[in-house]
């Protein structure tokens, strides 16, 4: 018997991860978010392994002593990302914005990816 889930949060984050996946050439794209942080990372799901990673914690304990608004920072995390990404040859990647609404913080950051060249 399978138990339904009422948790509308969960339930829209298994419809919209189930349909994406992600491989060695065009990686899915995680986003985490916190109320104070915002964490991305590039998942291969065919071998199961973090491509690549970024967040505004590393951001912030890299030195970075700009004070900027958390739509801002969610920017450059993308951009940051994408950088990342480029050096590892990968131009291309499935964005997966989990339970989160593609507003704010998290459409900020796909802006970064995009202009960092990333194909999404």
């Known amino acids: 018997m399978r138990k339904v889930n009422t948790n509308r949060k969960l339930r829209r984050k298994m419809r919209i991860s189930s349909k994406i996946d992600g491989d060695q050439k065009t990686p899915r794209i995680v986003v985490f978010r916190s109320n104070r942080y915002i964490y991305a990372q590039a998942i291969d799901d065919v071998s199961q392994k973090t491509i690549a990673s970024f967040s505004s914690l ?63």
Do not use: H, P, T, W
């Open 58 to 120: 590393a951001f912030k304990k890299a030195g970075s002593k700009e004070k900027l608004k958390k739509s801002e920072e969610a920017k450059k995390i993308g951009l940051e990302l994408a950088l990342i990404l480029k050096e590892k040859k990968i131009n291309k990647g499935v964005f997966d914005r989990s339970l989160y609404a593609y507003a704010g913080r998290v459409k900020a950051l796909c802006e970064g990816l995009r202009e960092g060249g990333i194909i999404i």
